[in-house]
């Protein structure tokens, strides 16, 4: 199965906001709200910060948000903090009964 | 507090077989609510879905490592497990076990609690 696309790099300053794209087909993205997205902080396991397109685990920041259009999802994180600075993934649910993440995507605070 | 922890040998021969285990703490793998599932990242590069079980014996895998993949559960004992058959330096990652709601009844949940991860090299 091939992995969903995602930018390698997305860039900002402290406070502005930024929005990270995950596209994959109507296979998998398309087909079900089963998106979820992850944060992961070098040498460290990877956290869930949106689950479900739009839901957010308790204790996660309201900065965090997602959603989806079509085969594309998205994740915004506004407010951007230096502690954002890391690698995020997102993943899907496909027709296929698997599981498939994203290329992932490095967060820079400039 | 939930916690996982994998375990297993650090470094593995080529062709022969990849075996770790998860071990649950502070809650049940005979949980209903949630699949247990195994991800993992090579050196320097993205994370990929190994394969998801229920406890109940239900067993989802990546299509491109299906045939090398056995996951299997042990109540008795609070864990889970993965073998790998076959290895080569692809498979060269840190190994995470994790957590997964069991929504709908399908692997699409989301994996909430994970292991720190487990490093294997595989190595002549």
């Known amino acids: 199965q091939s992995a969903l696309t995602q930018p390698a790099s997305v860039s900002g300053s402290p406070g502005q906001s930024i929005t990270i794209s995950c596209t994959g087909t109507s296979s998998d993205v398309g087909a079900y709200n089963y998106v979820s997205w992850y944060q992961q902080h070098p040498g460290k396991a990877p956290k869930v910060m949106i689950y479900?397109?739009?839901d957010r685990p308790s204790g996660v920041s309201n900065r965090f948000s997602g959603s989806k259009s079509g085969n594309t999802a998205s994740l915004t994180i506004s407010g951007l903090q230096a502690e954002d600075e890391a690698d995020y993934y997102c993943s899907s649910y496909t027709r296929s009964v698997t599981l498939v993440f994203g290329t992932g995507t490095k967060v820079t605070v400039l | 507090q939930l916690q996982l922890q994998e375990s297993g040998p650090g470094l593995v021969k080529p062709s022969e077989t990849l075996s770790l285990t998860c071990t649950i703490s502070?809650?049940?793998?005979?949980?209903?609510?949630?699949?247990w599932g195994w991800i993992r990242q090579p050196p320097g590069k993205g994370l990929e879905w190994i394969g998801s079980?229920?406890?109940?014996?239900?067993?989802y895998h990546n299509p491109s490592l299906k045939s090398r993949v056995t996951m299997s559960v042990d109540t008795s004992k609070n864990q889970f497990s993965v073998k790998l058959s076959s290895v080569t330096a692809a498979d060269t990652a840190v190994y995470y076990c994790a957590r997964q709601s069991r929504a709908a009844y399908v692997p699409g949940g989301e994996f909430d609690y994970w292991g720190p991860g487990t490093r294997v090299t595989v190595s002549s």
């Open positions: 079980m229920y406890y109940g014996g239900s067993t």
């Open positions: 502070g809650g049940s793998i005979s949980n209903n609510n949630y699949y």
């Open positions: 479900d397109v739009s």
